[in-house]
């Protein structure tokens, strides 16, 4: 079995940063691929960012390129999201969410674990 737990959201002004945190359990080969996906009200679910646990490759959605950055400490079993120039659109809760199997995917029906969410909130 697989937790995931987020912290780390707030309020923030506009061009501001936070960095959200995602505590992971379980076995690491369960959870091969660690994903953030941010959902605003009245939106869907979308993904924002993934990282393989083993290689670290990353991927982006195209919103947050060259804002957001996704790390991992295999320590600490836990996933980072750092970001960077917040606008008010970035205003969601934010998700952890975990892949059972390998490969970095942007597709939210592949992931199998989620947290609870932090809420983010950026103002203008």
């Known amino acids: 079995q697989v937790q995931l737990v987020e912290s780390g959201g707030g309020l923030v002004q506009a061009g501001g940063s936070l960095r959200l945190s995602c505590a992971a359990s379980?076995?690491?080969?369960?959870?091969?691929?660690m994903g953030w996906f941010r959902q605003a009200p009245g939106n869907e679910r979308e993904f924002v960012g993934a990282?393989?646990?083993?290689?670290?490759?990353?991927l982006y959605a195209d919103s947050v390129k060259g804002r957001f950055t996704i790390s991992r400490d295999t320590i600490k079993n836990r996933v980072y999201l750092q970001m960077n120039s917040l606008r008010p659109e970035d205003t969601a809760v934010y998700y952890c969410?975990?892949?059972?199997?390998?490969?970095?995917?942007?597709?939210?029906?592949?992931?199998?674990?989620w947290g609870q969410g932090t809420q983010v909130t950026v103002s203008s």
């Open positions: 969410a975990a892949d059972i199997s390998p490969g970095v995917t942007d597709v939210r029906g592949n992931y199998d674990y």
């Open positions: 379980g076995r690491t080969f369960m959870r091969p691929v």
């Open positions: 990282i393989d646990w083993s290689s670290g490759a990353v």
